[in-house]
Nanobody, 123 residues
């Protein structure tokens, strides 16, 4: 079993950047595709990005438009999400998640979830 803990969120002015981290405990991290989701108030949890086990392949949600960069450091058991040019609509709780499937993009395709980190973007 993998335990995931997100960090790096906070209150940021529009146009700024954030780098979110997801620290994984457990020996299974390297065997999982790892993704980021976000959930804004009153909305469904939304797929942001996923990265393959080795970090070679990536997939992004359609809204990303190049502002999001997903990466992982398997040696550190850590997943990252870089968000640039932050917009107020990026305000959400951001979750990291792990899946045994290949580049999954749906909530129900993930087996492991962190508790989320709040990102708030002010205009």
């Amino acid at each position: 079993q993998v335990q995931l803990v997100e960090s790096g969120g906070g209150l940021v002015q529009a146009g700024g950047s954030l780098r979110l981290s997801c620290a994984a405990s457990g020996r299974t991290f390297r065997s999982l595709d790892m993704g980021w989701f976000r959930q804004a108030p009153g909305k469904e949890r939304e797929f942001v990005a996923v990265i393959s086990r080795t970090g070679y392949r990536r997939s992004f949600g359609d809204f990303v438009r190049g502002r999001f960069t997903i990466s992982r450091d398997n040696a550190k058991n850590t997943l990252y999400l870089q968000i640039d040019s932050l917009k107020p609509e990026d305000t959400a709780v951001y979750y990291c998640a792990g899946s045994v499937l290949v580049l999954p993009a749906r909530v129900n395709e993930y087996d492991y979830w962190g508790q989320g980190t709040q990102v708030t973007v002010s205009s």
